[in-house]
């Protein structure tokens, strides 16, 4: 608790101060460009990944990246968020964003990790049409292949539940909101987005690097992503 107070008084002297006019500017409203939904993993840290400054995105993080499809009756805090981003904040851009040496997908591969979290397991549910996928069509891959890959498929499954929710579908077809799928690699710290034309997660670097050809699936092609 120590660093926490100590970086509040940074903060407040070596930030806040010498630029109180933005941030009494923020105080009147945000207008920020994109929502971005990612991990609570403490690692992901999506202003210091997109060098954003506070008011640019709006996030939103739980466990897994998950974005439970829309359910009539069922609130969520999901859905609350991405119907006010929508909404009351006219965002246009929605990004996905997963990540390697995830935990809660390392969760989803081996169920035996959540034994004693049940509410743990029960949430990633949400992940597991990700999981039969990659049983299915990556049967060939094991270990941290196999964990890479479903970080991959994950981002693209909640990428259709998000097709569900009502704003969502209606900014959709009216042509007002893009869809982003992105995995941040921890270990190097590149960001991949997913390319629905080739089919491939393709570096978004300045080289923009493809990597191996991917399996295709219904309307949204994924696979594996060495590069990833």
Not at 61 to 75: E, T
Not at 137 to 166: D, F, I, M, W
Not at 194 to 215: C, K, T, W
Request: charged share 15%; hydrophobic share 40%.
């Amino acid at each position: 608790m120590e660093k926490l107070i100590s970086g509040i008084h940074k903060f407040q002297s070596d930030v806040f101060a010498p630029n109180c006019a933005f941030f009494r500017k923020l105080a009147d409203g945000q207008s920020p460009q994109a929502l971005f939904i990612t991990c609570s993993d403490s690692r992901m840290v999506p202003d210091m990944i997109c060098q954003t400054d506070p008011g640019e995105l709006f996030v939103l993080r739980n466990a897994g990246n998950i974005v439970p499809p829309y359910s009539p009756g069922s609130p969520s805090g999901e859905a609350a968020t991405i119907e006010y981003a929508l909404r009351g904040l006219n965002i246009r851009h929605i990004i996905v964003c997963g990540h390697t040496r995830c935990g809660a997908m390392q969760a989803v591969l081996q169920p035996e990790c959540t034994a004693n979290m049940p509410r743990v397991k029960q949430w990633l549910d949400h992940a597991q049409a990700s999981a039969e996928i990659v049983c299915t069509c990556y049967s060939h891959l094991t270990g941290e292949a196999r964990a890479k890959v479903l970080v991959q498929e994950n981002v693209l499954t909640q990428l259709e539940h998000l097709r569900t929710h009502p704003a969502v579908a209606t900014a959709l077809a009216s042509g007002e909101l893009k869809l982003h799928a992105w995995v941040y690699k921890m270990e190097t710290g590149e960001v991949f987005a997913y390319d629905p034309e080739s089919g491939q997660f393709a570096n978004l670097g300045a080289e923009a690097i493809p990597a191996h050809p991917l399996i295709r699936r219904g309307p949204m092609n994924s696979a594996v992503h060495a590069g990833v």
